[in-house]
């Protein structure tokens, strides 16, 4: 019964925040097409809900090019980063079934390998754009942390505990914080982190 109504939480929020952020959607696609070019999204395959792959929507934050992240981060792309604009398209995600408003960060394919059997459980419920690990210290945590906050939300989720998060999340926003680790444009890759222990 809660996974229905926080499913028709989801819809009913993004509809709404869909037709109340157009403008800024719009002035934001407008900086990327600007600043960055085309295209204006950035889509990456991610692991959703029972391990399925979806594609993720995003603004474009970074030139195109095969150099390091933090050589093609533009202060354009840092600005949609620092306010979170560039996460909005996401909702299309939502409403596609793929996402919901609360829950673990959707990750990389390839990182499946080197979750815990116990890490594997952030797939039983659908991935978030926002959750626990984003309001208690977002990227400038370790993984191991990130992880370990991500399985507590699955354990103890509940419409209360989503309510708390974005409240959270509000605050995260206005007050940006753990953007990026030390030495990284976001946050070290968890396969890089973890390949020498597999």
């Given at each position: 019964?809660?996974?229905?109504?926080?499913?028709?939480?989801?819809?009913?929020?993004?509809?709404?925040?869909?037709l109340l952020c157009?403008?800024?959607m719009l002035l934001?696609?407008?900086?990327?097409?600007?600043?960055?070019?085309?295209?204006?999204?950035?889509?990456?395959?991610?692991?959703?809900?029972?391990?399925?792959?979806?594609?993720?929507?995003?603004?474009?934050?970074?030139?195109?090019?095969?150099?390091?992240?933090?050589?093609?981060?533009?202060?354009?792309?840092?600005?949609l980063r620092q306010?979170?604009?560039?996460?909005?398209?996401?909702?299309?995600?939502?409403?596609?079934?793929?996402?919901?408003?609360?829950?673990?960060?959707?990750?990389?394919?390839?990182?499946?390998?080197?979750?815990?059997?116990?890490?594997?459980?952030?797939?039983?419920?659908?991935?978030?754009?926002?959750?626990?690990?984003?309001?208690?210290?977002?990227?400038?945590?370790?993984?191991?942390?990130?992880?370990?906050?991500?399985?507590?939300?699955?354990?103890?989720?509940?419409?209360?505990?989503?309510?708390?998060?974005?409240?959270?999340?509000?605050?995260?926003?206005?007050?940006?914080?753990?953007?990026?680790?030390?030495?990284?444009?976001?946050?070290?890759?968890?396969?890089?982190?973890?390949?020498?222990?597999?």
């Amino acid at each position: 019964m809660a996974l229905t109504i926080k499913r028709f939480i989801d819809l009913t929020a993004a509809v709404v925040l869909l037709l109340l952020c157009a403008p800024v959607m719009l002035l934001s696609a407008l900086i990327v097409r600007i600043f960055l070019g085309a295209p204006i999204f950035f889509t990456q395959t991610r692991i959703g809900l029972n391990e399925q792959p979806f594609t993720l929507i995003k603004f474009r934050t970074m030139k195109q090019g095969s150099s390091a992240d933090a050589e093609r981060m533009t202060r354009a792309g840092n600005f949609l980063r620092q306010s979170s604009l560039d996460e909005l398209p996401q909702l299309i995600n939502i409403l596609r079934g793929d996402m919901s408003f609360i829950g673990p960060r959707p990750l990389l394919p390839e990182y499946l390998r080197y979750y815990t059997p116990a890490e594997r459980a952030r797939h039983r419920v659908r991935p978030g754009i926002t959750g626990l690990a984003q309001v208690r210290g977002r990227n400038a945590l370790s993984w191991d942390d990130r992880l370990a906050l991500d399985i507590h939300y699955v354990t103890h989720g509940s419409l209360a505990l989503d309510l708390r998060i974005a409240l959270e999340t509000i605050r995260a926003v206005l007050f940006p914080r753990g953007i990026t680790a030390q030495g990284h444009v976001s946050m070290p890759r968890l396969d890089e982190c973890r390949k020498h222990s597999v």
